[in-house]
């Protein structure tokens, strides 16, 4: 699960980690009111889960109640990369003397954690890798032994961060490992870390990602869950345990398996179409299973028809077709729904389908006959319900 800015924020408090005092606006209204009870100057951050929020706009200083005004009713509507920004986070301005870069995250080659730590921050991280390697200080941790206070300030006088600012940063950064670590995150990201005017080191950015397999273990991500952008459909795929990822076609997709479901969307592009979605249902097709997931696209308005794509392995095709006649009894799917069922069973699956079969539920024998029918459906009832107008 992906942190918005001002969540990261708040999850960093939690560890200690010094964070400007900020609050959330959903109207512009409520940015007044915060920036007032703030006091000026104060940054009015769009609350999205990009980067590169400064240079598209969604960052600014404003230092009165008039500015705030301007800057919150500008941001809030804007579109990031294809965000659209709902919520405000008003937090009181920093004065920034040099901007840091400061991240955890695991390396999965070297089976280690990542420190990595520059003196050139504020801008994109990848853009230094790029032009200037040399900048990124790193340190690998073998979690056995964890982060010692010697091994940050090392650290942070090879990133070349100005000599006043590194005891502090230091001392950020062992919060930093504990909030990673004690905190269940892949990520922990603060870009820019400041040293401000007058000598304190803060964080004016955040960008955390949790560990979704450590959820049992933290009661509290539900609240976070609940105020992520995250849809509906997203949220009850979650919940019913479906790798579900929203895509902007009219075909919706359901397979086994992760490189089943890629290659699904691959081939749909392939004939002409769009794919609505990447749903992988994973090892298990039973009812359940495919009621779930037919219920989750049958959610989603802009899908016109199904494509169900199963290759059975340990699977059984046959029960995957009984799962589906089944999930068709206990939800009612707006779209057509074309299958292609092949592997273990098949034959016996075929057999079920065709006495099932209506024009609800079709059935091909390959995946790009399946594709291509899929496709030919979707178009076809999106310019009927054009006419329809
Ligand atoms: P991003 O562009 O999405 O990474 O958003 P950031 O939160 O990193 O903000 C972008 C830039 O805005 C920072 O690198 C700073 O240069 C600037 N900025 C953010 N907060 C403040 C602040 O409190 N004071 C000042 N002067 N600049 C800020
Ligand atoms: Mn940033």
Same mark, same amino acid.
């Given at each position: 699960?992906?942190?918005?800015? !001002?969540?990261? =924020? /708040?999850?960093? &408090?939690?560890?200690?980690?010094?964070?400007?005092?900020g609050?959330i606006?959903?109207?512009?209204? $409520?940015?007044?009111?915060?920036?007032?009870?703030?006091? !000026?100057?104060?940054?009015?951050?769009? /609350?999205?889960?990009?980067?590169?929020?400064?240079?598209?706009?969604?960052?600014?200083?404003?230092?009165?109640?008039?500015?705030?005004?301007?800057?919150?009713?500008?941001?809030?509507?804007? +579109?990031?990369?294809?965000?659209v920004?709902?919520?405000?986070?008003?937090?009181?301005?920093?004065?920034?003397? =040099?901007?840091? !870069?400061a991240?955890f995250?695991?390396?999965? +080659?070297?089976?280690?954690?990542?420190?990595?730590? +520059?003196?050139?921050?504020?801008?994109?991280?990848?853009?230094?890798?790029?032009?200037?390697?040399?900048?990124?200080?790193?340190?690998?941790?073998?979690?056995?032994? &964890?982060l010692?206070?010697?091994?940050?300030?090392?650290?942070?006088?090879?990133?070349?961060?100005?000599? /006043?600012?590194?005891?502090?940063?230091?001392?950020?950064?062992?919060?930093?490992?504990?909030?990673?670590?004690?905190?269940?995150?892949?990520?922990?990201?603060?870009n820019?870390?400041?040293?401000?005017?007058?000598?304190?080191?803060?964080?004016?950015?955040?960008?955390?990602?949790?560990?979704?397999d450590?959820?049992?273990?933290?009661?509290?991500?539900?609240?976070?869950?609940?105020?992520?952008?995250?849809?509906?459909? $997203?949220?009850?795929?979650?919940?019913k345990?479906?790798? !579900?990822?929203?895509?902007?076609?009219?075909?919706?997709?359901?397979?086994?398996?992760?490189?089943?479901a890629?290659?699904?969307?691959?081939m749909?592009?392939?004939?002409?179409?769009?794919?609505?979605?990447?749903?992988?249902?994973?090892?298990?097709?039973?009812?359940?299973?495919?009621?779930?997931?037919?219920?989750?696209?049958?959610?989603d308005? +802009?899908v016109?028809?199904?494509?169900?794509?199963?290759? &059975?392995?340990?699977?059984?095709?046959?029960?995957?077709?009984?799962?589906?006649?089944?999930?068709?009894?206990?939800?009612?799917?707006?779209?057509?729904?074309?299958?292609?069922?092949?592997?273990?069973?098949?034959?016996?699956?075929?057999k079920?389908?065709?006495?099932?079969?209506?024009?609800?539920i079709?059935?091909?024998?390959?995946?790009?006959?399946?594709?291509?029918?899929?496709?030919?459906?979707?178009?076809?009832?999106?310019?009927?319900?054009?006419?329809?107008?």
């Amino acid at each position: 699960m992906d942190l918005v800015e !001002y969540q990261g =924020k /708040q999850y960093f &408090g939690r560890y200690g980690l010094p964070v400007p005092p900020g609050e959330i606006a959903n109207t512009v209204a $409520e940015a007044e009111a915060a920036a007032e009870r703030l006091g !000026y100057p104060v940054v009015v951050k769009a /609350q999205v889960q990009v980067g590169g929020r400064g240079k598209a706009g969604g960052v600014k200083l404003a230092g009165s109640r008039a500015e705030v005004t301007e800057h919150a009713g500008n941001i809030l509507g804007l +579109s990031i990369k294809g965000h659209v920004v709902r919520r405000l986070w008003i937090e009181k301005a920093t004065d920034i003397a =040099k901007e840091y !870069y400061a991240s955890f995250t695991l390396d999965r +080659s070297a089976k280690l954690h990542l420190a990595m730590v +520059s003196a050139r921050g504020g801008v994109d991280i990848e853009q230094v890798v790029e032009e200037d390697p040399d900048a990124i200080a790193r340190l690998h941790v073998n979690p056995l032994d &964890g982060l010692t206070l010697e091994a940050v300030r090392d650290l942070v006088e090879r990133a070349r961060l100005d000599p /006043q600012a590194r005891e502090a940063a230091a001392e950020i950064l062992l919060k930093l490992y504990d909030c990673y670590i004690e905190g269940d995150a892949d990520l922990v990201e603060i870009n820019p870390l400041v040293l401000t005017t007058d000598g304190q080191v803060r964080v004016l950015d955040a960008k955390v990602t949790l560990d979704d397999d450590a959820a049992f273990r933290h009661p509290e991500w539900a609240e976070i869950d609940d105020l992520s952008d995250s849809s509906e459909r $997203e949220r009850l795929a979650k919940s019913k345990g479906l790798s !579900y990822i929203p895509l902007d076609g009219s075909v919706g997709i359901i397979a086994n398996g992760a490189g089943l479901a890629m290659s699904t969307v691959d081939m749909v592009n392939q004939v002409g179409g769009s794919a609505a979605n990447f749903l992988d249902v994973g090892g298990g097709a039973d009812a359940d299973v495919m009621a779930n997931a037919l219920e989750v696209i049958n959610l989603d308005p +802009s899908v016109r028809a199904i494509l169900v794509n199963i290759f &059975g392995g340990i699977v059984r095709c046959d029960d995957v077709a009984r799962g589906i006649v089944n999930a068709l009894e206990k939800v009612d799917i707006a779209s057509q729904i074309v299958l292609r069922l092949d592997g273990t069973n098949a034959a016996e699956a075929h057999k079920i389908i065709a006495e099932r079969a209506s024009e609800k539920i079709i059935n091909e024998r390959t995946m790009l006959s399946a594709a291509r029918r899929a496709v030919e459906l979707a178009g076809a009832s999106r310019s009927q319900g054009g006419s329809e107008l």
